[in-house]
């Protein structure tokens, strides 16, 4: 068995040798942004083995993870942009320069993770100069819009703008589905979209206040609903009736826990 800085050297060198002339007519003809939604496509799959919970199916899709960004860097060095080393090298100097609690002179001064957080945004603001227009302006642009939304209402919250409790942004999905009701016999296409979102905005800020990531809720509530509509689909139902029926099996049965 390799120890890791054999096997992540090994990765590099593959990566070397997939780009040379006699080495993959795919990847040599790949670039950074070719690459993004693989990088993408490979970090859900790593999620989605992590949330299930799946040690050795983790494993593989971290591996995954791990060779595009080795991939992807050394694409960059390739054009003479920086290398996999000075990656590397920025990202220790950096959790270094955040962590004076562990490195710094006066290490062990911090007691809990509220106050880590709270001294790590201080430092990229005033130390690395990160300031933004807007406390907004943190979340990327290229986030999916379920993970920018629930990073708005997070880094809002932040700022203190925030329900005072779960049952206090449970209301206002209530609001919201209201005026979803009220606009849908509008025939206003536009008006429907933009209050839909208004109460899928809502949903996000409940799920910000109970601590649960609306990614991982919407994820556990999509296989539910996998393992129940092939339940129904294997049956062959005829009417809808038929088929809510069956629905009704499935969720009260094992086959919703599958």
């Known amino acids: 068995m390799s120890d890791t800085k054999e096997a992540l050297f090994s990765l590099y060198q593959m990566a070397q040798r997939l780009m040379?002339?006699?080495?993959?007519?795919?990847?040599?003809?790949?670039?950074?942004?070719?690459?993004?939604?693989?990088?993408?496509?490979?970090?859900?799959?790593?999620?989605?083995?992590?949330?299930?919970?799946?040690?050795?199916h983790a494993?593989?899709?971290?591996?995954?993870?791990?060779?595009?960004?080795?991939?992807?860097?050394y694409l960059y060095e390739l054009r003479g942009d920086f290398t996999l080393a000075q990656v590397a090298d920025e990202m220790h100097e950096k959790l270094v320069r955040r962590h004076p609690h562990v490195f710094g002179d006066n290490a062990g001064y911090l007691d809990t993770k509220e106050q880590v957080k709270q001294q790590w945004d201080q430092i990229k603001h005033t130390v690395e100069g990160r300031e933004k227009k807007s406390v907004l302006d943190e979340v990327p642009d290229s986030f999916p819009p379920l993970l920018k939304a629930y990073k708005y209402i997070k880094k809002a919250a932040s700022k203190g703008f925030d329900w005072p409790a779960s049952q206090d942004a449970l209301k206002k999905v209530s609001e919201e589905?209201?005026?979803?009701?009220?606009?849908?016999?509008?025939?206003?296409?536009?008006?429907?979209?933009?209050?839909?979102?208004?109460?899928?905005?809502?949903?996000?800020?409940?799920?910000?206040?109970?601590n649960v990531s609306p990614d991982a809720a919407l994820s556990r509530s999509l296989k539910k609903f996998y393992n129940r509509y092939t339940h129904v689909e294997s049956e062959n139902p005829q009417t809808l009736e038929q088929m809510l029926t069956l629905w009704n099996e499935a969720k009260n049965s094992s086959i919703d826990k599958a």
């Open 20 to 56: 040379q002339k006699n080495g993959c007519p795919w990847d040599r003809e790949q670039t950074p942004l070719s690459m993004r939604q693989y990088l993408i496509e490979e970090t859900f799959e790593a999620v989605d083995a992590i949330g299930q919970n799946d040690a050795l």
């Open 59 to 73: 494993k593989e899709e971290l591996g995954d993870v791990l060779y595009n960004v080795i991939f992807m860097a």
């Open 177 to 210: 589905t209201q005026e979803v009701s009220e606009v849908l016999d509008s025939n206003n296409p536009e008006r429907i979209e933009e209050e839909l979102g208004d109460l899928l905005l809502a949903v996000v800020a409940v799920c910000k206040k109970c």
